[in-house]
């Protein structure tokens, strides 16, 4: 089985988010987006159409722009989730250029 490379970060993402600090109502809210990255990928990947999986990519690379904005809202700072959300970002992106 081969792995999926964004999936992959899409999770250790959402590893290294459950440790921040930030108020209540806006943690629970990041980590459902962050789960819903990782969740769209896995589910549009074994979808057998072309369509399908794109609309899955789509719905992920929107619940990362929603982590995105909470990061900012709360002034996040910490390089390590940063970098990651960036990576991610990118890898997001490319693999929704890819299935247009």
Not at 31 to 49: F, H
Not at 56 to 73: D, K, N, P, V, W
Request: glycine share 4%; hydrophobic share 40%; charged share 25%.
């Amino acid at each position: 089985m081969t792995k999926f490379f964004t999936l992959e970060l899409a999770v250790e993402f959402y590893e290294i988010s459950k440790d921040l600090r930030m108020p209540a109502h806006l943690k629970s809210q990041y980590l459902r987006a962050c789960s819903s990255i990782a969740l769209n990928l896995s589910e549009g990947s074994a979808k057998p159409t072309l369509a399908d999986r794109r609309r899955f990519y789509f719905i992920a690379l929107g619940s990362f722009r929603e982590c995105q904005t909470i990061l900012r809202l709360h002034g996040q700072t910490q390089t390590a989730v940063l970098k990651k959300s960036d990576f991610l970002g990118a890898c997001l992106y490319k693999l929704c250029q890819a299935v247009k």
